[in-house]
Nanobody
Framework: QVQLVESGGGSVQTGGSLRVSCEAS????????MGWYRQDPGKQRELVASITVGGSTNYTDSVKGRFTISRDNAKNTVYLQMNNLSPEDTAIYYCHALVHILHPTYRYLEVWGQGTLVTVSS
């Protein structure tokens, strides 16, 4: 099986910074596109940032200039550096990955992490 494990969430005051990490493990042939989503109660899960296997990035408008997504392919890890946080950023942040596997068949899997809570207080 393939697993995504997030870490680095926590509580921070407005204007502070956090870096969340997501490490993939298991029978992985290749990690393709990866991304970070977030969700607050009563809201739809939204894509925050994404990164392709080649390193191309995309961000939702509300985090542009504040958040940076990056990846370390050798470590099967994706990061989200979050700066100048505001209470509106409070959410559970989920890692997402498109994983190419070889066993039992040659195919792609869409995998989600368990989420890590980020709380920003005013």
């Amino acid at each position: 099986q393939v697993q995504l494990v997030e870490s680095g969430g926590g509580s921070v005051q407005t204007g502070g910074s956090l870096r969340v990490s997501c490490e993939a493990s298991g029978s992985i042939f290749m990690l393709n596109d990866m991304g970070w989503y977030r969700q607050d109660p009563g809201k739809q899960r939204e894509l925050v940032a994404s990164i392709t296997v080649g390193g191309s990035t995309n961000y939702t408008d509300s985090v542009k200039g504040r958040f940076t997504i990056s990846r370390d392919n050798a470590k099967n890890t994706v990061y989200l550096q979050m700066n100048n946080l505001s209470p509106e950023d409070t959410a559970i942040y989920y890692c997402h990955a498109l994983v190419h596997i070889l066993h039992p068949t040659y195919r792609y899997l869409e995998v989600w992490g368990q989420g890590t809570l980020v709380t920003v207080s005013s």
